[in-house]
């Protein structure tokens, strides 16, 4: 298995946000699924990390949660995107390029002077 | 948008916890049940399925307890929670909250109430537009009453045109005005002003309009501006005042406005009017003599100029004409022009006196925090045991320290709410003695900024007190679980700090006597000052007839005034139990301010020495046996000085001295002299002295004695006059038969200040009895305060020593040994405190020298009886917890180890 990374503060929303986009309705343990199987299992989301992001995600207003029954019928909390958190994930996303192209461009070999 | 939004739902999930709580097992549970489930799927065993779930939760109680802090306000849970805990302790040792809050309550409400005080007569803005821009100037030269001259109209006129820093100079005249009301006449004190005044010192009116520019010259209707006070006190603020017609001086006289409330200097002012209401004032006497100084003068710097600039200008004027009117400025006087900030000449009087008052508060303020802290840290001590326990089950050191932050915090606001009742009643005390200094006193206010310097001292206390308690260091818990810590110890270094704060509060009390001591012995003999009367079964009062104006313009009123006073003086006589009766002006110990140069025929001062100047007063022959003012040389005056009569004056001692040192006076001439006559009724002719009489505090009880020329009443203009009666018993008594026998003679004439001249004297000497009592008893305070410090430290002390003490016992010594033992700690205390105390002392007592009087700033019984005293409060406390060590029984001490 891979080095295991830390979550990055401010890219687990923005994963979070995604994951819903991608999938639709989900309950935290899909989110956390999905998100450590898409990192390769690099990243590993404990409660104490996802449920207050969630939550957040919540207050803010770009998630609306409601306890519904599973796929193989159990109870569950479901997390769906609004149209708030929709935008948000545009902003966001949009950012995250621009800062990674940015990043990229930093660390990229050094060209010598023609 | 969000962030709000955030927050709103953070402030709702702080109501709604326990709901949510639920909510949030229910949805880990199911996380968890999921994660197990797949986890079986993938072909563990259930048990083993369900471990690595949770192994891979991280922990349920962690995770909800990271939801909970981003649900909720944490901060306000946490805090809410430490109150409650901090209250429930306190509530468990209530003996200790008790003290502590009321030591807390009396600091915190002295002070209150004197920055109260501080605040609204020093510190506070002034209600002009930008106040901060206007200067007074004060005229001032050498000698008794050379101390604010004012100006005259030429003088004004000169800066005016010379002083460019000065973007506008407002005219004030001090007058006063006799007022026709409902009840009978009163003498109103107003202002006389320029129309440029209120646009130069930035006041607005509350009703109608400010005099202008128009209302200035002698064509115009005469019209007043009610001064806020004015307003209130003689027209309860009634609203429909403006344009209401009042009788001044006879005249009918147009209310235009209402003033906003604003402080008046030299004086109070009820009113102010144009200068057209005095005749004397539009004369050219007035506008053309430059010694007649009756205008103060307040200016308004110009936009960009500094004090200092206008410093220099009007230093650079007053050169000019100084050179220019020689006559007018006798060179031996050493006549000078200050420019002050106004704010700080409405200040001066009262500063020194308020911030001793606040010095000595902050020192009562100190004590007291002391002595909480040495609670505290000795509380502290006993609960290293409790701490400990607590910081093993899991609460962090920050959350220790939170803990004892919130206890403090509850007592220093409980202190504080009660300081503040405290102070209420306070602020009305102070208000009274602020009144007597300062013409800002009605500004004193308990508002948002001193209820906020409240907090802020309230706090600050607390805070210090938390962060003075060391807290046992992380990683040193376990180790003091194992050492079995309910063996109650403190460090060596804390019982320094202790040490170290009774220290202080000694030296501090001792300050605090020392100051008490200094300003009781200055009432002392404040009392004790002869007045040069006779203070029993004398009473004066005063019954101006005429007005200045009338004096002035109408010299055919005199004669008809002096039948009328003769008469009342006859029937006063008539009072039983009445012995003499004096007419005389004005009243003995009261100053009329009246002062004009004098020369003695053959004798010139010295080259560069000031003229002496001499207090203008008239007295009939009974006069002074009536005052029992004594005829040291030559006789009283008699009947037979009368108009037309050849004119004789009787001297005082000061002027005696003056110009006849050592010589017989009897038969010398003397006359008064100087440009100022012109403008006077009062003619320099020679006179002839035909007696001495001795000096009477005038001034004040606290002043030199001025020079005083005594003149017949008979011979001169019945300026002021009032009665001087002098009975067998209980003069008081006679004060209503007397205002009667006034009121009949001339009903329509305001009778003033009839007072004893005991009561005259006790008027003088209140403001420092107020004074003394109280720095007295905040030295008192302090006393109380540092002997219960001192005493709690050592018996503290002997019980962390119990065990030793007993040790010794069983070794041999003796119980008398073990109180000695203990005394001789608390001694060492005492002495450090007493030696910084008194060095303290010497220091305060040089600031405080001008509150002083009679009494040396070192007076030697005033410190040896302060260190006497507080010494044997000191052994006395340190007595009890000595005598309770020799008390120990060894046997009961060894067994309990």
Request: net charge positive.
């Amino acid at each position: 298995m891979a080095e295991k990374l830390d979550v990055k503060q401010g890219t687990l929303a923005l994963m979070i946000l995604r994951t819903l986009e991608v999938l639709g309705p989900l309950h935290g343990y899909g989110v956390a699924r999905r998100i450590e199987e898409t990192s390769k299992n690099c990243l590993t989301l404990n409660y104490g990390t996802l449920y207050p992001a969630l939550l957040k995600l919540e207050q803010e207003g770009f998630v609306i949660a409601e306890w519904r029954q599973s796929e193989n019928n159990r109870r569950a909390k479901y997390y769906a995107l609004t149209a708030a958190g929709r935008r948000q994930l545009a902003r966001e996303a949009r950012d995250w390029h621009r800062t990674a192209d940015l990043i990229a461009a930093f660390l990229a070999p050094r060209r010598e002077a023609p | 948008m969000r962030h709000i939004r955030a927050a709103l739902a953070r402030i709702a999930g702080f109501f709604t916890g326990r709901r949510a709580d639920d909510d949030l097992r229910d949805e880990l549970q199911s996380h968890l049940d999921m994660e197990t489930a797949e986890n079986i799927r993938r072909g563990m065993d259930p048990d083993e399925a369900r471990r690595q779930a949770l192994l891979a939760s991280g922990g349920l109680t962690q995770a909800a307890e990271a939801v909970r802090d981003r649900r909720g306000l944490p901060w306000i849970e946490n805090a809410a929670a430490d109150i409650r805990y901090a209250l429930r302790a306190l509530r468990h040792s209530p003996a200790f909250t008790t003290i502590v809050v009321i030591t807390l309550a009396l600091g915190i409400g002295a002070n209150t109430a004197i920055f109260s005080v501080v605040r609204g007569v020093l510190l506070k803005p002034l209600p002009h537009r930008d106040g901060d821009r206007l200067v007074y100037l004060r005229h001032s030269m050498d000698g008794p009453g050379g101390a604010n001259l004012a100006f005259s109209v030429p003088e004004v006129r000169d800066f005016r045109n010379g002083a460019p820093s000065l973007a506008g100079i407002a005219e004030f005249s001090q007058w006063t005005l006799r007022y026709q009301g409902d009840d009978g006449a009163v003498r109103i004190d107003v202002g006389l002003v320029t129309g440029n005044y209120f646009e130069v010192m930035g006041l607005a009116p509350v009703l109608g309009r400010l005099t202008e520019p128009r209302d200035d010259g002698p064509g115009v209707p005469p019209v007043m501006v009610l001064t806020h006070e004015g307003w209130m006190k003689r027209f309860g603020g009634d609203s429909s005042i403006v344009g209401r017609q009042v009788r001044l001086d006879g005249k009918s006289v147009t209310v235009i406005g209402v003033l906003q409330p604003a402080p008046f200097f030299p004086g109070r002012a009820e009113a102010l009017l144009n200068m057209v209401v005095s005749e004397h004032h539009t004369s050219s006497f007035m506008v053309e003599g430059r010694t007649h100084r009756m205008t103060e003068m307040i200016a308004r710097l110009a936009p960009g100029a500094s004090v200092e600039q206008a410093r220099t200008e009007v230093a650079a004027v007053y050169a000019r004409i100084q050179s220019a009117f020689r006559e007018a400025y006798d060179p031996g006087s050493r006549f000078r022009v200050a420019v002050i900030p106004f704010k700080t000449v409405l200040g001066e009087r009262a500063r020194l006196t308020l911030w001793l008052l606040m010095g000595a508060a902050a020192f009562v303020m100190i004590i007291s925090a002391a002595n909480v802290a040495n609670l505290t840290l000795m509380r502290g001590v006993r609960r290293q045991h409790e701490l400990v326990v607590r910081a093993a089950l899991g609460a962090g050191v920050a959350r220790l320290r939170r803990l004892l932050l919130a206890e403090n915090l509850v007592l220093a606001i409980i202190g504080a709410i009660l300081g503040v009742i405290i102070a209420v009643g306070g602020v009305r005390l102070l208000t009274s003695l602020a009144e007597r200094y300062s013409p800002r006193a009605n500004e004193i206010r308990l508002d948002g900024v001193v209820f906020g310097f409240t907090f802020a001292v309230s706090v600050t206390v607390a805070l210090l007190l938390s962060f003075l308690a060391s807290l046992p260091r992380e990683g040193s818990f376990a180790s003091r679980i194992l050492a079995g810590a309910h063996r109650i110890s403190g460090s060596l270094r804390k019982h320094r700090l202790q040490r170290g704060l009774v220290v202080v509060q000694i030296a501090v009390s001792v300050v605090l006597l020392a100051g008490a001591g200094l300003l009781t012995r200055t009432m002392i003999r404040l009392a004790d000052v002869d007045t040069g009367l006779r203070t029993e079964e004398v009473l004066t009062m005063q019954v101006p007839l005429l007005t200045p104006a009338e004096i002035l313009y109408n010299p055919a009123s005199d004669a008809s005034a002096k039948e009328r006073y003769d008469r009342m003086r006859d029937e006063m006589a008539a009072l039983p139990g009445v012995v003499d009766v004096g007419i005389g002006s004005p009243m003995p110990l009261q100053s009329s301010g009246v002062r004009f140069e004098v020369k003695a025929e053959g004798r010139a001062p010295a080259a560069g020495e000031a003229m002496p100047r001499a207090e203008f007063r008239t007295a009939n022959p009974d006069f002074f046996r009536a005052a029992g003012i004594p005829i040291l040389q030559g006789r009283p005056f008699s009947t037979t000085d009368q108009r037309g009569s050849g004119r004789v004056v009787i001297i005082n001692q000061t002027l005696a001295d003056r110009y006849y040192p050592g010589e017989d006076p009897l038969g010398q001439r003397i006359a008064w002299t100087g440009d100022i006559l012109r403008f006077t009724p009062i003619s320099d002719d020679w006179r002839t002295i035909v007696g001495v009489a001795g000096n009477t505090q005038d001034g004040g009880l606290d002043a030199e004695p001025r020079p005083v020329m005594f003149m017949p009443f008979a011979q001169e203009l019945a300026i002021g006059g009032g009665f001087v009666i002098r009975a067998d018993s209980n003069v008081a008594a006679l004060a209503t038969a007397a205002t009667r026998i006034v009121r009949r003679i001339a009903p329509a004439v305001p009778i003033e200040n009839v007072l004893t001249v005991a009561q005259i004297k006790d008027q003088s000497v209140s403001p420092r009895r107020l004074n003394a009592a109280l720095v007295s008893s905040f030295g008192i305070l302090a006393v109380i305060i540092a002997a219960v410090g001192i005493a709690g430290v050592l018996a503290f002390s002997v019980s962390a020593r119990t065990n030793e003490i007993g040790i010794r016992m069983s070794l041999g010594a003796d119980s008398g040994r073990v109180q000695r033992m203990i005394l001789r700690e608390g001694g060492v205390l005492l002495a450090i405190g007493l030696v910084l105390g008194v060095a303290g002392a010497f220091f305060a007592a040089r600031v405080i020298r001008g509150l002083l009087f009679g009494v040396e700033p070192h007076d030697p019984t005033t410190f040896i009886g302060v260190t006497v005293m507080m010494a044997a409060i000191g052994i006395a406390a340190c007595w009890i917890p000595a005598l309770r060590a020799a008390r120990i029984d060894p046997a009961i001490t060894m067994r309990a180890q």
